[in-house]
């Protein structure tokens, strides 16, 4: 990562450079904020790492484990954060001061991506051929993406549990079914109930029959329509 220092009310913001995929992502760290708004780092430490256990917004791609040296030499951790996360942690930061700071800071990320962005696009190609390398680039990382989005949906899909009307058109299934083998034997019926939902669990290797992934509903529909009473004996 490239390091770029801006100073702001006699103090320096440190901001960290990445680069993903050729976009500049820009970086604060939790020293600078540490020393910005007053703070001891320790407990920024622990206040970011009680938001990340329990945010899902915070990702990895937001907060980034870094560490850094002191005077003595020693390795100490810190956290780099880039605008959305540092805009969460600092918003319950109250008073005028800290108000300020961080219109401030925010400020500063802006115009650091700004400058970042003017100057990536000062470096746009011109000749044809690298122009032509850029756009296949460009339809590589976009297929890429393609994929991947394709991918999530389709485990979501794959997933994705049985919706109301689908767990109960099963349940209503299965008591057909018993009513059908056991009649008005309750005592049967009673043993065949469990013994249905025992044999569903089985094939489909479940812990319970509504945790069924909707796509193989209709699966499990034919399944209950197949029980014969040899299968449960």
């Known amino acids: 990562m490239k390091q770029e220092v801006v100073s702001l009310n006699g103090k320096n913001i440190r901001f960290e450079i990445a ?12 020293i600078t904020i540490a020393e910005v708004f007053g ?3 320790k407990v920024v430490i622990k206040a970011i ?9 915070l990702t990895e791609h937001k907060i980034v484990p870094s560490e850094y040296t002191d005077r003595s030499g020693k390795k100490n951790k810190m ?28 400020k500063a ?8 962005k003017q100057k990536q696009q000062q470096k746009l190609p011109s000749n044809p051929m690298e122009i032509l390398e850029l756009v296949f680039q460009v339809q590589k990382d976009h297929e890429k993406k393609l994929v991947e989005v394709e991918t999530k949906v389709k485990v979501l899909e794959d997933t994705k549990r049985l919706e109301g ?12 079914k018993v009513f059908a083998l056991a009649g008005d034997n309750k005592e049967l019926a009673t043993k065949l109930h469990r013994k249905v939902w ?8 479940l812990p319970r029959y509504n945790e069924l992934p ?20």
């Open 49 to 57: 790492e009680d938001d990340v256990a329990c945010n899902e917004f």
């Open 39 to 41: 703070k001891k780092h």
């Open 109 to 116: 990320f802006n115009n650091m991506e700004k400058a970042l």
């Open 214 to 233: 909707a796509v193989k509903f209709d699966e499990g529909v034919m399944f209950i329509n197949k029980i014969k009473i040899e299968d449960m004996l």
């Open 79 to 106: 956290y780099l954060l880039d605008r959305d996360a540092f805009s969460y942690y600092v918003m319950g930061f109250t008073g005028e001061k800290a108000k300020k700071w961080k219109l401030e800071y925010i």
């Open 198 to 205: 025992s044999l569903f669990k089985k094939h489909f290797s």
């Open 165 to 176: 009307w689908q767990e109960k058109k099963l349940i209503d299934l299965k008591n057909q």
């Open 19 to 30: 680069t993903d995929n050729g976009n500049n992502i820009v970086f604060t760290d939790s």
